[in-house]
């Protein structure tokens, strides 16, 4: 399957699940909301052009603004990650490493660790601007805190099982050049 197919599929699975499936799950006292469709951005290739990574994300937030009738609320955090993976990646990992050898993050391209903590920290930053978003004050900023971390702690469970479940096969590439 071509890379432009698998990435469409991801797209539309990742946004039907979210609206149909996701967000039709009543959330715990107004706290814990989960969300896994902005994995369709972290899963995109390491070689995407920052313009065509921004497109997308932003095609995703609207996807899902359109469904769930809160204009650009998605789309912000969407592109704010989508802005930051490319320096986050860079931390992560070394340029002439993994990243030559392999077509998208994943556990076995990135390492357990470098995943998980590149996964984490674009759900964290995802949630706390959505949430922001949201409220646009800081108020109850226990409140805040609390539900940011509730559906950050869910989210990264439901993707952590979405890995697991749904393992990408990604063969190791010799030949770079």
């Not at 592109?79 to 990992?93: E, G, K, T």
Request: glycine content about 4%; charged content about 10%; hydrophobic content about 55%.
């Amino acid at each position: 399957m071509s890379s432009l197919v698998k990435n469409i599929v991801r797209f539309i699975l990742f946004v039907l699940v979210q609206v149909f499936v996701l967000n039709q799950v009543p959330p715990l006292h107004h706290l814990i909301n989960p969300y896994i469709y902005f994995l369709f951005i972290l899963w995109l290739p390491f070689k995407i052009g920052r313009k065509t990574l921004m497109f997308l994300a932003l095609a995703t937030g609207l996807a899902l603004d359109y469904f769930t009738k809160t204009p650009g609320l998605h789309a912000a955090p969407c592109v704010l990650i989508a802005y930051l993976r490319p320096f986050l990646i860079n931390l992560l990992i070394t340029q002439e490493g993994t990243e030559a050898n392999y077509e998208e993050p994943s556990i076995k391209s990135m390492g357990f660790a470098a995943y998980f903590m590149y996964v984490s920290v674009l759900t964290l930053i995802h949630h706390a601007f959505l949430f922001l978003l949201e409220a646009l004050q800081f108020a109850g900023i226990l409140y805040f805190l609390e539900k940011t971390l509730l559906s950050v702690a869910i989210s990264l469970f439901l993707i952590l099982i979405t890995e697991l479940l749904f393992v990408r096969k990604q063969k190791f590439r010799t030949n770079t050049a």
